[in-house]
């Protein structure tokens, strides 16, 4: 039994390596802010070539997503509960990830293209606000998957880029956004 378990995460596993694509999470409570912001006077550098003036970036998480276009809420009954229909009805997208991504209600999934230096690059295909995460796909004890349901965001910002740096051979991505 819990072979079979374990077997079934995995398949879910390699569903998403051979189908999936890799887009990125961005937690919103993540502000970081650049060197060159002043914590004193609060303000950023004009010149600063890192942030663009901005002061800050939100770190972001590359994942491995499989999306679809959400059903009809008939066809979602684990999800009723304890969340208003009008969220689901009007859910325009949902995403399936790993159970370890560590995603919550308004964060941020940005769709971003790969460049052959496996660098994103944000390639206009939105970005999409989380309404609500499904933490309820277990088989026994085991998560197998999560679901994040998504609107599109109502992007009053504007990506300007998105950097990497590596710290300890951790690829790190933030993204600088207007506010
Ligand atoms: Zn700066």
Redesign the pocket.
């Known amino acids: 039994m819990t072979k079979l378990k374990m077997d079934v995460a995995k398949e879910f596993e390699q569903i998403l390596k051979k189908y999936g694509r890799d887009v990125l999470f961005l937690r919103t409570d993540r502000k970081l802010y ?4 002043n914590e004193v006077t609060q303000e ?2 004009r010149e ?1 070539p ?2 663009l ?1 901005l ?1 800050w970036s939100y770190i972001a998480e590359r994942q491995t997503v499989k999306s679809e276009t959400s059903m009809a809420a008939v066809q979602l009954p684990n999800v009723l509960k304890g969340v208003s229909i009008g969220d689901i009805a009007t859910a325009a997208r949902k995403y399936f990830v790993l159970p370890s991504v560590q995603a919550k209600e308004k964060d941020l999934i940005v769709e971003v293209g790969w460049d052959d230096a496996g660098r994103p690059y944000y390639n206009n295909n939105g970005m999409w606000n989380i309404t609500y995460v499904d933490k309820s796909q277990f088989l026994g004890d085991q998560e197998i998957f999560r679901i994040c349901y998504v609107n599109e965001a109502v992007v009053r910002t504007k990506i300007r880029g998105i950097r990497i740096a590596e710290i300890n051979g951790v690829k790190q991505y933030s993204i600088l956004m207007e506010e």
């Open positions: 650049c060197e060159c912001y950023a550098s600063c890192v942030c003036g002061g």
